[in-house]
């Protein structure tokens, strides 16, 4: 992992933390706080649809805070809320502050030095794998398994970990068109995590699977003839490679998500 996904990350996994531990009541916490302003998030919400008509953007206005935003929300307004997720406010404020100001080199690709990268590194893999600890047992699992961070089909649809795993994309794709998923996920453990995407309706014998290893993957599936239909369900399954799983069976599971599309008829004479 370079320099750049570390900020990057900490910055996602952050947003996904807010989730977990103020819910929809976010907004309006950060906004009583002066944390944001609500008319600029959505002004940014709107810039962000202009500039990607092809895509289904985050209607989520968390997606729109800044790492500045962020850092206020939990450290000024809510830290005794997030303090169970993170520790000593005195470490968390010294790394975030750190973070902060190694994000705009390496968001523009500015070069760091490379004890600059082991600290950005190190840092950032301490507070990633706190807050996979923390959403483990706020989410009623063991701290033995692994939670995704975010999937994401390259239309924008997510699955973003906590709510629905099956969502209903309402994309509608032609035969031979590619769907592309950009799958994330955090192990307390730092376990091997691995990867399979195919097609449910296919009942298992899907002889269109794509598979990939760790931390971060794409997997893409593209469609046929034989997927024709108004609900053709992308299934995606993650596991560790440890012994145990959330799903126990012969195969053995951590996380399922299931993405519907529709895949038009070929017009007549094709």
Sequence with gaps: MNPYEAVRLVELDLRQLVRTV??????EIARAGGVVDVANLK????????????????????????????????????????????GTKRHIETYLSKIAGFRNPTMHARPLLPFEEHLVLGISGEIRNRIAIYRN???QSSM??????????????????????????????????????TCRA??????????KLSNNAHGGL????????????????????????ERVPLLIHMRSNGEFHRQPGSQGTDVSAMFHYAVNPPRQGK
């Design 22 to 27: 103020l819910g929809s009541s976010w907004l």
């Design 43 to 86: 002004e940014k919400a709107a810039v962000e649809r202009g500039r990607r008509p092809a895509a289904v953007v985050s209607s989520d206005l968390l997606d729109y805070t800044d790492f500045t935003q962020l850092q206020n929300l939990i450290l000024k307004k809510q830290w005794e809320t997030f303090a169970p997720a993170l």
């Design 137 to 139: 047992t706020k989410e």
């Design 144 to 181: 033995y398994y692994p939670v995704v961070d975010l999937i994401t089909d390259n239309f924008g649809n997510t699955h973003d970990g906590i709510t629905n795993s099956i969502i209903k994309t309402g994309v509608r794709l032609e035969i031979g068109e590619t769907v592309t998923f």
């Design 186 to 195: 955090t192990d307390p453990e730092d376990r091997e995590l691995h990867w």
């Design 206 to 229: 899907d002889p269109q699977i794509d598979e990939a290893t760790g931390n971060e993957v794409t997997l893409s599936y593209t469609f046929a003839r034989a997927d024709v239909g």
